[in-house]
């Protein structure tokens, strides 16, 4: 990244000072390199100076920032980067980049393609990211886009900084709430065919219910009442196993979301993992045996807090003891490095025991993120639309995406960080004009392909490769020099969704850059037969932009129209 490079140029302008007697000895401080708050203030800035003053008064000696920072910027190794290092205040060095080589990163964004911007930090590490986990009992409801959305987009922004990530959805199709889809999905299968079968009192009441009844009917026909309800209440735990999953995978398909596997929570049982999982805490003495169950050892590692429950008294594994095993399996036995789990904001009170299930296995507790979102507000004409799924009032996700279209879901849903509350605008989602972000941003892509193809029809070429290199000097007026600057900008914008594990910067930098372009169009005539190399020049300029608009878009999960 450009900050990284500028700290390696200012760490050799330290040590050549130091060599040449202008600075003491004393031991070189990290180099921080920041953007300042104002433009005015140049690219980049650094307080480096009044670091290396604390360090040397700290060595016994006398010094003054601003003569430090003096003695940094005369011995700023020759370079094509910097442009000017100017002093400010008591001792910051504000540093601005060198016109000809911002011009010359047209030509990198243009060779690399859709790879521009995409970052190595997380070469050779595996991590896991596991998002939506829905139970099981019906058609994703619009409250779980959210976790959709940031669980993809989250993924999305780790490949491109390096990382190998297996996308995960943990189907909890084990327990009291698939039992009672089970006995509802009968019990409906049977109304539908005339017998009087209730629905049972923790049931699920939503019509989608009387659909998988239907097509029950339609592939078994009356099957499963010609046998005692116990024995069709297990045949059909698969068969509506399989009808939701199928509902569930094309309902997230619409928004862009796939998964690298499906991983079945019963199967932790079918296949002998829990009781692995706990022999193997076990034996690293982390159970304990009391008042008839099993206990997992929390308080060893939690002040204030309880030992957990993991085998009741009735021999029957607690929830917890699915969460032991599921995760015993991601780092013992798949050796994941890292994973995240993307959970509502109200299973915060189950973060701090998954963090001491971490040091009992004997792992990093941080190699396991818990990353928390807050709750959506859907808005229709100034009033929220409330979700009910267990009153049958349930709003489906398909069904707000029939209404706005995936990428306003998703663009939506990640303009705030994912511990804030989101206020969804249906209205304005829907419309066609500025106000509308995403629109906005879009058509800002599809301007630039109309351009292109407008250019292509007057006869100007904008192939990168009819760009020579002296012609890069052309972009020369501040609108050119500002774009040019906010498309580097989209490392930055990578790495700060990576290491805050929220991508929503994503969203107010397509913003920006699709404004800068704007300017830049307004104030710069691109496609001007009378000056066909400067065309050129703002046509390789022009198709750099859409280059890192789309990548930027596509990270998001939102697509980049060619017209609209």
């Given at each position: ?29 990290t ?62 060095i ?8 911002l ?42 886009a959210?976790n ?10 780790l ?15 084990r ?39 239907q ?14 309800k ?28 796939r ?74 036995r ?16 189950h ?10 296995f ?31 009032a ?28 989101i ?9 066609q ?6 629109y ?22 904008n192939?990168?490769?009819s ?37 929503h910067?994503l ?35 022009s ?8 990548k ?13």
């Amino acid at each position: 990244m450009l900050s990284t490079k500028i700290q390696t140029i200012v760490q050799q302008a330290l040590q050549h000072a130091q060599t040449a007697g202008a600075l003491p000895a004393f031991d070189l401080p990290t180099v921080d390199v920041t953007r300042p708050k104002q433009a005015e203030h140049g690219d980049y800035s650094s307080n480096v100076a009044m670091v290396a003053a604390a360090a040397i008064r700290k060595a016994g000696g006398a010094a003054n920032p601003r003569q430090i920072a003096q003695a940094i910027v005369d011995h700023l190794p020759a370079n094509a980067l910097i442009g000017a290092a100017e002093l400010a205040g008591p001792g910051f060095i504000n540093f601005r980049l060198a016109d000809g080589w911002l011009q010359a990163q047209v030509g990198v964004i243009l060779e690399q393609g859709e790879a521009f911007g995409n970052l190595d930090r997380g070469v050779g590490q595996r991590w896991q990211v596991e998002y939506v986990s829905a139970n099981p009992t019906g058609p994703i409801h619009y409250g779980g886009a959210r976790n959709a959305v940031l669980g993809d987009s989250v993924a999305n922004v780790l490949a491109a900084a390096g990382y190998q990530v297996q996308r995960e959805f943990y189907v909890n199709d084990r327990g009291a709430q698939f039992d009672a889809f089970i006995a509802t999905l009968y019990a409906r299968y049977a109304q539908k065919q005339g017998r009087d079968e209730p629905v049972p009192e923790n049931g699920y009441l939503g019509d989608y219910m009387y659909d998988y009844a239907q097509q029950l009917i339609g592939e078994h026909g009356d099957h499963f009442l010609q046998m005692p309800k116990t024995e069709a209440l297990q045949m059909l735990r698969p068969i509506g196993h399989t009808l939701v999953i199928g509902e569930l995978e094309r309902d997230l398909a619409r928004i862009g979301v796939r998964f690298d596997r499906w991983f079945s929570e019963q199967s932790l049982y079918d296949e002998g993992l829990v009781e692995q999982a706990l022999d193997y805490l076990d034996q690293r003495g982390e159970l304990v045996h009391r008042d008839g169950a099993i206990w997992f050892t929390a308080s060893k590692y939690l002040k204030n807090d309880q030992d957990v429950v993991v085998v009741r008294s009735n021999g029957a594994p607690s929830y917890f003891a699915s969460d032991i095993a599921y995760h015993y399996d991601k780092f013992v036995r798949r050796r994941f490095d890292h994973v995240v789990n993307v959970w509502a904001v109200d299973h915060q009170g189950h973060v701090p025991r998954m963090k001491a299930m971490m040091q009992a296995f004997g792992l990093d507790p941080n190699q396991l993120t818990i990353l928390m979102y807050d709750l959506v507000k859907l808005m229709r004409n100034g009033q929220e639309v409330k979700l009910s799924k267990r009153k049958g009032a349930i709003l489906t996700l398909q069904e707000v995406v029939e209404e706005v279209g995936p990428d306003a879901l998703r663009f939506n849903l990640l303009t705030r960080s994912p511990e804030s509350t989101i206020e969804f605008d249906l209205d304005l989602a829907m419309q066609q004009t500025n106000d509308n972000p995403v629109y906005y941003v879009q058509y800002s892509h599809a301007r630039i392909c109309s351009i292109m193809n407008r250019a292509t029809e007057e006869g100007l070429a904008n192939d990168p490769s009819s760009i020579v290199n002296g012609s890069w000097s052309l972009l020369a007026h501040p609108s050119e020099l500002a774009l040019i600057r906010k498309l580097l900008e989209v490392e930055e914008q990578i790495e700060l969704a990576v290491e805050k594990l929220s991508p929503h910067n994503l969203t107010h930098y397509a913003m920006e850059l699709a404004r800068t372009f704007n300017a830049f169009y307004r104030d710069c005539r691109v496609v001007d037969a009378g000056e066909p190399e400067l065309s050129r020049a703002r046509l390789a300029l022009s198709q750099a932009a859409r280059i890192v608009l789309a990548k930027t878009l596509r990270l998001m999960g939102v697509s980049a129209p060619v017209t609209m």
